[in-house]
C-alpha cells in the first residue's frame, strides 16, 4: 500500500518513482550451542528498488542500546553486496554512518528530507 501510494502521488513531490518495495528474508546457518548447524531467516524491513539502485532499510521504534542496533543491523551485515542500508527511528539522532557503512537516520528527517539518504 505505501509504494503505491508513493507511485500514484511521486509526480507530486517531483520523485522517481520506485519500481518495487518488497520484506527482504536474508538466509543465515550458524552454529548452536551444540555445534550443530541451524539454519535461520533474517528478515530486512524493505527493500526498495529503483532502477540499478536498491535500498536495505530497517525500521525502528528506539535504539535505546548498543544491544538492539546489533539486532536491528545484523541482517545488513549478512548481506554482501555494496547496496545502501539504513536504519530509519524515531529517536533524535544526527544523521550518521557506522564503521560499517550503515546509514541511521532520524524518522522526520528521512520523510522531510529526500537528500538525507545519498552522499
Known sequence: MIAELYTRNSFLL????????DVGVV?????DKDG?????ALEVDFVCNLGSARYYIQSVYSLPDEAKRNQEIRPFR?????????VVTKD????HYDENGILTVNIYEFLLNPGSIEG
Open 14 to 21: 517531483d520523485c522517481p518513482v520506485l519500481e518495487s518495495v
Open 27 to 31: 538466509p543465515i546457518a550458524e552454529k
Open 36 to 40: 550443530k548447524v541451524v539454519r535461520k
Open 78 to 86: 549478512k548481506i554482501d553486496d555494496s547496496f545502501k542500508k539504513i
Open 92 to 95: 533524535i539522532v544526527p544523521t
